[in-house]
């Protein structure tokens, strides 16, 4: 494997699965694969799960973790080729990339979206310039569109939950949010779900929130999140701004906020959220605070994730 930036660098999700909770069962089983190299996260923005347990990830393979808070201590980066840097860019990322390239044998990389420039955030500008010039394999920390690593805990998190011998009922929910965030967690979920294809998946959010077709052509969409969550064994709540008229929020309707009143119809449903939640905005704490919520699970899942990943790169499968 030499990148890691959607369910499109993965062959077969489920044989990831099996891997990542082998991981899960048996830590350092791996611990040799990574002897004697390094690798480099590189943040432009704030984190918490992805960070520390990629990191935790790297060192169960006996990799060496270096992360670079470029967003808040580096230079600022330039992405567009042939700038002419005469505004707030020092570096471009043509000069940056080979340099990290060259002090590490794996380069992962987070860039959310601009969410003002559409055209730049769905062509990945971002991190598809990084890998152009790094010259060395690169994971996604989540990029402007998709947060790979996240979707794939998030089958990890399901499979591990799952016991009956059907298809899981899945909803994909909007909550409300005081401020626009990017609609990658939940492009990347629907894409994951979708290739997984083992899953009654329903899609419900406010009119006007659509996402991208290309992430949710085969779900179900619907506006009516009661009929929605009925019968629902999983519930997936996230918030995003809109696709179409780019990055803003049009309906912060508090009666999307998932609650107890509302879970009742589900089939006992367990609880997902990527984190950070904004409680008793996107999630009452009744729901985050109950056996329903399995949020917790998820983010510890997250180390799992990453290791399978890096190990897949480090042994060079495709
Ligand atoms: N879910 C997630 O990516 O969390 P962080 O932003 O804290 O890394």
Redesign the pocket.
């Known amino acids: 494997m030499k990148q890691f930036i959607s369910v499109h660098d993965v062959k077969d999700i489920n044989a990831f699965v099996e891997k990542a909770l082998a991981y899960k069962a048996n830590p350092l089983k791996d611990q040799e694969l990574g002897k004697g190299k390094r690798i480099g996260l590189i943040f432009l ?9 990629t990191q935790v990830a790297a060192e169960n393979l006996g990799m060496k973790p270096i992360v670079f808070n470029v967003g808040s201590e580096g230079w600022t980066w330039e992405f567009e080729e042939e700038a002419i840097m005469s505004g707030t860019t020092v570096e471009h990322v043509k000069d940056a990339a080979p340099i990290l390239g060259n002090y590490f044998d794996v380069l992962a990389i ?1 860039t959310f979206p601009s969410l003002q420039n559409k055209k730049d955030d769905y062509s990945e500008l971002f991190i598809k310039q990084f890998i152009k010039y790094a010259g060395v394999p690169v994971v996604s ?2 990029s402007s569109t998709l ?1 790979p ?2 979707s794939l805990t998030d089958i990890i998190t399901i499979t591990e939950t799952f016991k009956e011998k059907r298809k899981p009922k899945i909803v994909l929910t909007w909550a409300p949010h005081i401020k626009p965030l990017p609609q990658c ?1 939940s492009n990347s979920f629907a894409q994951w779900i979708n290739a997984w294809g083992e899953a009654d998946f329903v899609i419900t959010h406010p009119e006007d929130y659509e996402l991208d077709e290309q992430f949710t052509k085969g779900a179900t969409i619907t506006h009516n999140q009661d009929e929605a969550l009925k019968d629902a064994d999983f519930v997936y709540v996230k918030n995003w701004s809109t696709y179409t008229d780019y990055g803003r929020i049009y309906c912060n309707d508090p009666a999307w906020m998932l609650t107890e009143e509302k879970l009742k119809t589900t089939n006992n449903a367990k609880v997902m959220h ?3 939640v904004r409680r008793n905005v996107e999630l009452s704490d009744e729901v985050l605070d109950s056996s329903n919520s399995i949020v917790t699970q998820q ?1 510890s899942n ?1 180390v799992w994730a990453a290791q399978t990943v890096l190990a897949e790169i480090l042994k060079g499968n495709g």
């Open positions: 923005n704030p984190s918490l799960r992805t960070r520390l347990s987070r920390l989540e947060h690593l996240q967690v990527c984190l950070p983010a997250r």
